[in-house]
């Protein structure tokens, strides 16, 4: 499974942008729960929200939630992130991540073995 992150980038704190990840190669993707994280500077990575199978089910860090909403796209093997009134604790490069073994949406980076190459999100103050 090949996962390519893309739409990061510049924007003035208060803004929006929206990231994508793309599965490709042989995959299930339909079977897989996705998740982003983030890697601040100088910071551990962490947990940003996840999301089942079907869309069904999401989850969100505390620090995101009512901003950010995570969707997928099963026909299109895509999963999303829309980040709405970003603030600039928010920079950091953002990875997505696919848990090929389970459905359910989780926090714990171990439980994902496939990772995007990661994409930067810069909220200027």
């Known amino acids: 499974v090949q996962l390519q992150a893309s739409g990061g980038g510049l924007v003035q704190a208060g803004g929006s942008l929206s990231l994508s990840c793309a599965a490709s190669?042989?995959?299930?993707?339909?079977?897989?729960?996705m998740a982003w994280f983030r890697q601040a500077p100088g910071k551990e990575r962490e947990f940003v929200t996840s999301?089942?199978?079907?869309?069904?089910?999401?989850d969100y860090a505390d620090s995101v939630k009512g901003r950010f909403a995570i969707s997928r796209d099963n026909d299109k093997r895509t999963v999303y992130l829309q980040m709405n009134s970003l603030r600039p604790e928010d920079t950091a490069i953002y990875y997505c991540?696919?848990?090929?073994?389970?459905?359910?949406?989780?926090?714990?980076?171990?439980?994902?073995?496939?990772w995007g190459q990661g994409t930067l999100v810069t909220v200027s103050s």
């Open positions: 190669g042989p995959t299930r993707f339909t079977s897989y729960a």
């Open positions: 991540a696919a848990d090929t073994y389970g459905v359910e949406p989780r926090r714990v980076e171990y439980e994902y073995d496939y």
């Open positions: 999301i089942d199978w079907s869309g069904g089910r999401t």
